[in-house]
Nanobody, 128 residues
């Protein structure tokens, strides 16, 4: 059974940094066949895309609100994906979820509806 488990969330002051991890297991094909996305959902708001990365890591995409502050990466050999978040702002407070979707090509998906597999999420709170 495919599984994604996020970790690394917590409470951080504005301007601080966090590194989220997403550990994958149980996928039928190697992780290099799956596009990965990071999404977030704040209370009362819709789930929004944060960043996504193609199956082999060659292409990335960022929401305009995080571009220049967040960096997505993946280590397919370790079955782990990362989201480095710098210069965090209170508006970044949300539950962060990673998602995976099988792809035949080295591409990504930015719409949460395109992802089949989801983790449970990790809470990120930015507050002084």
């Amino acid at each position: 059974q495919p599984q994604l488990v996020e970790s690394g969330g917590g409470l951080v002051q504005p301007g601080g940094s966090l590194r989220l991890s997403c550990a994958a297991s149980g996928f039928t094909f190697g992780l290099n066949h799956y596009a990965i996305g990071w999404f977030r959902q704040a209370p009362g708001k819709e789930r929004e895309g944060v960043s996504c990365i193609s199956s082999n890591g060659g292409t990335t995409n960022y929401a305009s609100s995080v571009k220049g502050r967040f960096t997505i990466s993946r280590d397919n050999a370790k079955n782990t994906m990362y989201l480095q978040m710098n210069r965090l702002e209170p508006e970044d407070t949300a539950v962060y979820l990673c998602a995976a979707q099988f792809t035949y090509t080295d591409w990504y998906y930015s719409d949460p509806g395109q992802y089949e597999y989801w983790g449970q999420g990790t809470q990120v709170t930015v507050s002084s």
